[in-house]
């Protein structure tokens, strides 16, 4: 069975820091996703990792994958407050189709 | 990308009752998921709904309790039976991109059994 496992779980940073989000998965992976929530929302997709080494920037968030390790990382960059949200890896298990196994979620709040 | 409407957005229920929840898609996509986020928890895949043929459940759903149709390759429905409150949750459909480039969801139905 995939699992994967997401930490920190809860996130409080101030404006202007940097910090990294963790994402560690137990068997192969065709894929990693990270996806955005926002309170009463939808997801909101982040990045789509596809291969060792991969790693995707987009604003303040950059998303890497070492699929050696099976971790994937999601870092934050000089946090701003429009950052805070709840933040989900997602990977897609060796022959699922596209289905996909999630971490529980981190959430995040920057204060001033 | 994809544009996916569901409805209804939210929906309070009695015990024992059943509810549908539609999925349309904008364009024609293969493939076509269920999950459930429980409140304040991850999401969990329900089924993969499969156009012309039955849905594949995941481990702990069954057919007769989630009932799932795929008449076309741009709508699916997803039947909540026999409710009880351990079913109050967000239920989400989910489709693959045109080139597998990523997945995207739908807004959610926020259904609360009481």
């Known amino acids: 069975e995939l699992k994967v496992e997401q930490n920190p779980l809860f996130l409080s940073m101030q404006e202007g820091k940097n910090y990294t989000i963790y994402c560690n998965y137990s068997t192969t992976s065709d894929r990693l996703y990270w996806y955005r929530q926002d309170p009463g929302k939808s997801l909101e997709s982040l990045f789509v990792l596809l291969s060792n080494g991969a790693v995707k920037q987009e604003g303040r968030l950059m998303a890497s994958l070492d699929t050696k390790a099976r971790l994937s990382t999601l870092h934050i960059t000089a946090a701003v407050h429009d950052l805070s949200a709840t933040y989900f890896c997602a990977v897609e298990g060796p022959g699922s189709g596209y289905a996909l196994n999630f971490g529980k979620g981190t959430s995040l709040l920057v204060t001033p | 990308s994809a544009v996916i409407s569901q409805k209804p957005s939210r929906d309070i229920c009695q015990r024992g009752t059943s509810l549908t929840i539609q999925c349309q898609v904008d364009?024609?996509?293969?493939?076509m998921f269920w999950y459930r986020q429980q409140p304040g928890q991850s999401l969990t895949l329900i089924a993969t709904a499969n156009q012309g043929s039955e849905a594949t459940y995941e481990s702990g759903f069954v057919i007769d309790k989630f009932p799932i149709s795929r008449p076309n390759l741009t709508f699916s429905t997803l039947t909540v039976s026999n409710m009880s409150p351990e079913d109050s949750s967000i239920y989400l459909c989910s489709v693959v991109g045109d080139f597998a480039d990523t997945q995207y969801f739908g807004p959610g139905t926020r259904l609360t059994v009481l």
């Open positions: 364009s024609q996509v293969t493939m």
